[in-house]
């Protein structure tokens, strides 16, 4: 008995410490959540990896400042169970740290959001734009500013070859490149936000890897945040799954010793290099849900975040296309999508801003009920109807008698 009960001190003793510099835990109930409703969440995610919908999941939910639900499902690896502190590749949820980043770099007074991208990247200047097929391009009009690469709104596109051992050899590979919209017109997902990664690197003066670590991630103690993933927490990395011709999940990465993650690759990509896990990523939602300030370590300020994370758009690119698809109410800030008030919306979505990753991963914050809710998976092709499920579950949870918007 004295040896169980030795066991069992030291176990929270240990537990103790693990958690003294996390965001504290609360019951659901003391912060307006009601635990019954937030079992649907658990009951949702079970029932996808039980049916081989997915196969492994991490899912955190925090409001006003605590966490509230963080469980784990499935596999880590075939065989492991996924534990809490597991490492996914988060591929775009990478563009809101990269966005961070050059707002950090913005508040420094290094350049302003509408300065044109050529004075930073010379490679950008005289810079055509596609007329089609079998025209010759034309002049852009107006220039490519930064704001347009962290709204999307650049001319630039995916699904492009580019060249290079290295960021600066993208981005002037790029830069040869008709644009495929004239810049400010139209809303295209892109490589814009790598492109705005090196301007972070011109412009500090250092690798973005390093730029990150030193004003973010170190700052934030986003401890297992990087573009590789060490040998000593190999252990704690995510197998990633495809699916085989029947629909059955397959590995496509399991982490072994081909794995490019295994080392620090030569172009970092600002728009979807970052692995992370559940426990780093709330420390920066909660970093932007409190302002852009964590703990008393300030990376923005308010109103800076406030621009971030309201729409930027113009009516022009207006509504939203993704994927050749229209999304009426939903707009894109700086780095983040962005729910618009529209006859549509639900009162406390309005303002909920997020982005997703190409292995299955999503964030969204929402300020008006002052949560956030962070769902780690690693499946490709993309598939975010887990999380899709789960977002009006979370909000359903909400016991609209304790609904404050502060955190």
Request: charged content about 20%; overall charge neutral.
């Amino acid at each position: 008995m004295r040896a169980l009960l030795s066991a069992f001190v030291a176990t929270c003793i240990s537990v103790a410490v693990a958690c003294a510099e996390e965001l504290p835990r609360a019951a659901p109930a003391t912060v307006g959540l009601s635990p019954e409703k937030l079992d649907r969440v658990k009951a949702i995610v079970q029932a996808a990896v039980e049916k081989k919908q997915t196969a492994g999941v991490v899912v955190l939910v925090a409001r006003r400042g605590k966490v509230v639900f963080l469980e784990t499902f499935g596999s880590l690896t075939q065989g492991k169970p996924m534990q809490p502190d597991a490492i996914f590749r988060i591929y775009s949820m990478t563009k809101p740290i990269t966005s961070v980043a050059a707002l950090m770099l913005c508040e420094d007074g290094k350049f302003k959001l509408d300065d044109p991208v050529a004075q930073y990247l010379p490679a950008f200047g005289e810079q055509r734009v596609d007329a089609g097929e079998g025209k010759d391009p034309v002049p852009a009009n107006p220039e490519m500013t930064i704001r347009d690469l962290m709204r999307h709104t650049s001319g630039l596109t995916y699904g492009v070859e580019v060249a290079g051992n290295t960021l600066a050899d993208m981005v002037a590979s790029l830069g040869k490149r008709p644009l495929h919209s004239q810049p400010g017109t139209h809303f295209e997902y892109s490589v814009s936000t790598d492109v705005l990664g090196c301007i972070v690197e011109v412009v500090s003066g250092k690798p973005l890897d390093e730029f990150m670590q030193e004003r973010i991630f170190r700052p934030l103690d986003m401890k297992d945040s990087d573009f590789f993933v060490p040998a000593d927490k190999m252990d704690r990395f995510t197998a990633c799954y495809g699916r085989g011709s029947n629909g059955t999940l397959r590995v496509t990465d399991w982490g072994g010793i081909t794995s490019r993650y295994r080392k620090r690759p030569r172009v970092l990509s600002g728009g979807g290099g970052l692995v992370s896990t559940a426990r780093d990523y709330s420390r920066f939602c909660q970093m932007l849900l409190n302002g852009g300030e964590l703990e008393g370590t300030r990376l923005l300020r308010p109103q800076t975040i406030q621009l971030m994370t309201t729409n930027q758009l113009p009516s022009a690119a207006m509504p939203m296309s993704l994927g050749g698809l229209k999304v009426p109410g939903l707009g894109f800030g700086l780095g983040v999508s962005v729910k618009l008030d529209s006859p549509s919306a639900k009162p406390n979505t309005v303002g909920e801003y997020g982005w997703s990753g190409a292995a299955s991963t999503s964030f969204w914050v929402a300020p008006r009920p002052a949560l956030f809710v962070i769902v780690l998976q690693q499946l490709q092709p993309m598939d975010i109807s887990l999380p899709r499920a789960l977002n009006p579950a979370v909000y359903t949870a909400i016991e609209e008698s304790n609904n404050h918007s502060s955190p």
